[in-house]
């Protein structure tokens, strides 16, 4: 395949050569190449890596039904009760709102999905069963990896680990934990199962932390020594974080050292909050960041349209970011940056310049986007897209090609 007249990263037009699921050759566009059988018509348009949501919550989605008045009460555990009261009445059964939302999400461009799938005593394994079956239905449009997540805890419901381990025998990829002092009030016993868990079934860790303030440290600390202890290097996730940068500036600078010698990844949802750690200093310190939509239209939030390209305008605002090479930043943490997290293979952003992705060798996974610059299309978030997976077309104008049913 031949990508003709595309900018990557906004920069001189290219023709883009794929050869498999690779590009090959990177060359300045020529205008009077004959178009080929194969070739896509880039017509200018900008070229970046697709998207990478590794934090959504597939399993909890009413994407596509009816706005209903939001009923949850704050904390984890009451939205949490909310969630079980409800998503069983929901207008269309879960399999299919799971599956139209990975549909809308490939459609925007997102070609690399960590979707959490809740296990406790309440919905055992038919959230992870749902996500599992939209995984192997979008097989050839995305790649997904799915993270049993005991979004109740582990230790308040007896019965709960069984279940959690059971999901990972029948193939989970990653181990989830949860708010281990502020849930579960037993961190060493949360995070042992946590840990044992994923190194009985060799899996990665990514543990959700809505803890503020030194409790939030205190429990980033206990996942740091096991992630030392049992040379779980590179294979642990934190996600949310909110208040990690907010203590004093040294506890700051400890924290970031501490997760890029480690290679500890963080994924940030763009919360209002900002006293989560500074996002170029953790960069440039190592520090992998991804990005994710968290729900999408749930029991817990009437927020969330399945776009990236969104969030990553959210993660600009709510940063304060107003730079060109910021906001182009934001996008390399929306793209490459959660690639490097799912896959530990994919180098880590170097620097808030790095615009990585597009060379000769890297993965067919691409977007082609309009704007005039990589700001304006973070502003404007247009509709003329082309989603490239493997190096095949999956989805054009917001549309996923192999799917004939649309949700």
Request: glycine content about 10%; overall charge negative; some cysteine.
């Amino acid at each position: 395949m031949l990508i003709r007249n595309v900018r990557p990263w906004a920069a001189e037009a290219t023709d883009v050569h794929l050869e498999g699921d690779r590009i090959s050759a990177v060359v300045p566009h020529d205008p009077q190449r004959e178009p080929g059988a194969n070739d896509v018509d880039g017509r200018g348009r900008i070229l970046i890596p697709s998207f990478s949501d590794v934090h959504v919550h597939l399993d909890s989605t009413r994407i596509g039904l009816p706005f209903r008045e939001h009923t949850g009460g704050p904390g984890v555990w009451a939205m949490m009760s909310n969630d079980r009261a409800n998503w069983r009445e929901a207008e269309v059964g879960l399999d299919e709102r799971v599956a139209g939302t990975l549909e809308r999400m490939i459609a925007r461009g997102t070609t690399r999905v960590r979707s959490f799938a809740q296990v406790d005593v309440d919905c055992r394994l038919e959230k992870y069963e749902a996500v599992v079956a939209a995984k192997e239905k979008f097989a050839d449009a995305a790649d997904v990896q799915i993270m049993v997540f005991p979004q109740a805890g582990i230790l308040r419901e007896p019965g709960t680990e069984k279940y959690l381990e059971a999901a990972l025998r029948a193939g989970a990829d990653v181990m989830g934990g949860i708010d281990p002092c502020q849930l579960d009030r037993d961190p060493a016993r949360h995070l042992d199962i946590v840990f044992d868990l994923a190194e009985k079934y060799q899996v990665d860790v990514d543990i959700h932390l809505h803890e503020l303030g030194t409790m939030g440290v205190f429990s980033t600390e206990l996942i740091a020594e096991r992630t030392r202890a049992l040379g779980m290097q590179g294979k642990v996730n934190i996600s949310h974080a909110f208040g990690l940068g907010g203590v004093d500036e040294a506890t700051t600078r400890r924290l970031i050292e501490t997760f890029a010698e480690l290679d500890i990844s963080w994924t940030t949802v763009a919360p209002s909050v900002t006293d989560h750690l500074p996002i170029a200093a953790s960069t440039v310190a190592g520090v992998r960041i991804g990005l994710g939509e968290d729900g999408q239209r749930d029991y817990w939030s009437p927020y969330g349209n399945c776009d990236l390209l969104d969030r990553t305008w959210q993660l600009s605002f709510v940063n304060g970011f107003r730079k060109d090479e910021l906001i182009e930043h934001a996008l390399a943490i929306a793209t490459i940056g959660g690639a490097s997290i799912m896959s530990r293979d994919v180098p880590r952003l170097a620097s808030v310049a790095d615009r990585p992705g597009l060379a000769v060798g890297d993965r067919a996974d691409l977007v082609l986007v309009d704007g005039e610059t990589i700001a304006s299309t973070v502003m404007d978030r247009g509709a003329d897209r082309t989603v490239i997976h493997d190096g095949r077309v999956v989805a054009d104008g917001l549309k996923v090609l192999s799917v004939a049913k649309s949700y």
